[in-house]
């Protein structure tokens, strides 16, 4: 008789923790489902705001003269365009607004296309490295999201390329003409 009652009171306890956690687990279920399916858009606004893009500014680096004072090598401002795919809108309104704006070629699209399918959403593509300021400021008139702007300086050698070899640079030499980017 005892082993009996025993037996039912374990019956009962484990029947009604085994109810309780089937709902706790069941509410947890529904939760995480509410979160990633109904609310996601609020979580990742919210992990964005959390985000920090490091950003360097590299210094200008100054003029090298010659005995007589005529330049001999100098920075000059340079501004390049990025895209960023993760923070678009409309990707594709951004690509045709940017080869519009800038004349890029069908080639160079297609390239900046390539890019951006083969690497992460939230990687900046490169659009153009030496943007002059006028046509800078009409395209950021248009407030486009995604659309990013760095500026930076690009050393300039009178004596050309032959200058950068005397003078020295850091890395390849990626432009045959007047000037390297750092």
């Known amino acids: 008789m005892i082993d009996t009652e025993v037996s039912r009171t374990f019956d009962r306890r484990s029947a009604l923790f085994l109810t ?87 080639k160079r699209v297609e390239s900046i296309r390539k890019k951006i399918k083969k690497q992460m959403k939230f990687q900046p593509v490169l659009v153009s490295e030496n943007t002059n300021w006028k046509k800078l400021a009409q395209i950021q008139a248009k407030n486009i999201s995604g659309l990013h702007v760095e500026s930076g300086y690009a050393r300039v050698y009178e004596m050309g390329p032959a200058g950068a070899q005397i003078f020295g640079y ?8 007047q000037t390297h980017h750092f």
Do not use: H, W
Request: hydrophobic share 35%; glycine share 6%.
């Open 20 to 106: 309780a956690g089937a709902v706790l687990t069941s509410g947890l279920i529904l939760r995480m489902l509410q979160m990633q399916l109904f609310s996601y858009q609020t979580y990742k606004k919210k992990s964005e705001n959390n985000s920090f893009r490091i950003q360097i500014n590299m210094p200008e680096r100054g003029k090298i003269l010659s005995r007589s004072g005529v330049p001999i090598s100098r920075d000059m401002p340079i501004y390049r365009i990025y895209i960023i795919p993760e923070e678009a809108k409309d990707l594709e309104y951004l690509i045709q607004t940017l080869q519009k704006d800038l004349n890029l070629k069908p």
């Open 170 to 177: 850091v890395g390849n030499l990626q432009n045959p003409c």
